[in-house]
């Protein structure tokens, strides 16, 4: 059960499956409407082109998840070998079986959008989460975020420090700053302008997520601020930003657009995990959310090459680009990739989730099932 100290935080995983949710439309998207980023589609469907601001979500909530019981801990991390061990635990089973499977179908059925087919340097380049480095033909146009995200687990434990001697400011201010800084001078120095392959502002916005987990041992007076609305306010202006300048216009700015971003992400956090606005809370965490977001992980790593194979072998030969396209890409590739993810997830994701260790998934594995007592 749940410490009275330690309360649930509730609405964490709807927010993760919604997330990765969000992807899969992007990527049907993409595929019925090429051309990215110039829209060739209805202008009230234009949000479905930047899925990357999922992939800014789930970088401050993996900043905030990750955060959490350090927060609650004086901001000291339990061992930094402790903790490389459980982050490597948590990602790469799920992440090595994703691969093979993506590699299978680009060699064997289809690449990647704009992709040659795989390489032995993509085996090697993407198996060793080294794709944002070395540049080698993609088996799966959502990878790329993996390896940002095991290089921000590097850092981790400096922003903590940082955290701890300097204050919460101070160590977001550094890190926005650096970011800002590479920014300013990428276009005008090269050797800076390489940087920009590692999206430097993602450090940035996971340093906003550590941040905001401070929320947790936070004294009462700050968790009845109503954060929902301080998150509403900070998402305006930058949704406004987007509508006016265009998806051409927000895609060539990205570093400055997450930056923008990143707060209201924040702030949403925040507010969720103060159960606000508790509509929204209750939403999230319904049994179909929490669900999603239970294989949100997997769903998000293997579904880029089931859309595209749906979209080569069936959608396209049958009605080319277009809404209809796009409607019946929905119609397969939601249930589709949400099915297999589940069941990938079964074996590959989930029960590395519940044992944290060889010893206990063996052991897991080997228990003789409980038997079922008959009736007299």
């Given at each position: 059960?749940d410490?009275p100290?330690?309360?649930?935080?509730?609405?964490?995983?709807?927010?993760r499956?919604?997330?990765?949710?969000?992807?899969?439309?992007?990527?049907?998207?993409?595929?019925?409407?090429?051309?990215?980023?110039?829209?060739?589609?209805?202008?009230?469907?234009?949000?479905?082109?930047y899925?990357?601001?999922?992939?800014?979500?789930f970088?401050?909530?993996?900043?905030?998840s990750?955060?959490?019981?350090?927060?609650?801990?004086g901001?000291?991390?339990?061992?930094?070998?402790?903790?490389?061990?459980?982050?490597?635990?948590?990602?790469?089973?799920p992440?090595?079986?994703?691969l093979?499977?993506?590699?299978?179908?680009?060699?064997?059925?289809?690449?990647?959008?704009?992709?040659?087919?795989p390489?032995?340097?993509?085996?090697?380049?993407?198996?060793?989460?080294?794709?944002?480095?070395?540049?080698?033909?993609?088996?799966?146009g959502?990878?790329?975020s993996?390896?940002?995200?095991?290089?921000l687990?590097?850092?981790?434990?400096?922003?903590l420090?940082?955290?701890r001697r300097?204050?919460?400011?101070?160590?977001?201010?550094?890190?926005?700053a650096?970011?800002?800084?590479?920014?300013?001078?990428?276009?005008?120095v090269?050797?800076?302008?390489?940087l920009?392959?590692?999206?430097?502002?993602?450090?940035?916005?996971?340093a906003?997520?550590?941040?905001?987990?401070?929320?947790?041992?936070?004294?009462e007076?700050w968790?009845?601020?109503h954060?929902?609305?301080?998150?509403?306010?900070?998402?305006?202006?930058?949704?406004?930003?987007?509508?006016?300048?265009?998806?051409?216009?927000?895609?060539?700015?990205?570093?400055?657009?997450?930056?923008?971003?990143?707060?209201?992400v924040?702030?949403?956090l925040?507010?969720?995990?103060?159960r606000?606005?508790?509509?929204?809370?209750?939403?999230l965490?319904?049994?179909?959310?929490?669900?999603?977001?239970?294989?949100?992980?997997?769903?998000?790593?293997?579904?880029?090459p089931?859309v595209?194979?749906?979209?080569?072998?069936?959608?396209?030969?049958?009605?080319?680009?277009?809404?209809?396209?796009?409607?019946l890409?929905?119609?397969?590739?939601?249930?589709?990739?949400?099915?297999?993810?589940?069941?990938?997830?079964?074996?590959?994701?989930?029960?590395?989730?519940?044992h944290?260790?060889?010893?206990a998934?063996?052991?897991?594995?080997?228990a003789?099932?409980?038997?079922?007592?008959?009736?007299?």
């Open positions: 059960m410490s100290a330690r309360p649930r935080l509730v609405g964490l995983d709807g927010i499956g919604l997330a990765a949710l969000f992807v899969v439309l992007h990527h049907s998207y993409l595929m019925a409407f090429p051309g990215f980023p110039v829209l060739h589609a209805p202008a009230w469907t234009s949000f479905l082109l899925g990357h601001f999922a992939v800014v979500v970088i401050v909530l993996s900043g905030f990750l955060a959490v019981s350090p927060a609650r801990n901001w000291r991390l339990d061992g930094k070998a402790k903790f490389a061990r459980r982050r490597a635990w948590r990602i790469l089973p992440y090595w079986p994703a093979l499977f993506s590699l299978v179908i680009a060699w064997t059925l289809v690449p990647q959008p704009g992709e040659g087919v390489t032995g340097k993509s085996v090697v380049v993407y198996g060793l989460l080294l794709q944002d480095v070395f540049g080698s033909p993609s088996p799966n959502a990878f790329w993996i390896a940002v995200e095991a290089q687990y590097f850092v981790f434990p400096l922003m420090l940082a955290l300097f204050g919460a400011a101070v160590m977001l201010g550094a890190a926005t650096v970011v800002v800084l590479i920014g300013a001078l990428a276009p005008h090269s050797a800076v302008d390489a920009m392959r590692f999206t430097p502002q993602f450090a940035a916005l996971f906003a997520g550590v941040v905001a987990a401070g929320i947790v041992q936070a004294s007076k968790r009845r601020v954060w929902q609305w301080w998150a509403f306010a900070a998402a305006v202006p930058v949704v406004a930003l987007i509508a006016v300048m265009g998806p051409v216009w927000t895609t060539s700015n990205f570093l400055w657009v997450d930056l923008a971003a990143g707060p209201a924040a702030l949403l925040v507010a969720v995990a103060t606000q606005p508790k509509p929204l809370v209750r939403l965490d319904t049994r179909p959310m929490r669900s999603l977001g239970s294989f949100s992980y997997s769903l998000y790593l293997t579904h880029a089931i595209v194979v749906v979209y080569t072998f069936v959608v396209g030969p049958l009605l080319g680009a277009g809404m209809v396209a796009f409607g890409m929905l119609l397969i590739c939601v249930p589709v990739t949400v099915a297999f993810a589940r069941g990938f997830a079964a074996l590959f994701e989930i029960p590395f989730v519940k944290r260790s060889w010893a998934l063996r052991t897991a594995l080997t003789k099932p409980e038997p079922v007592p008959v009736a007299d």
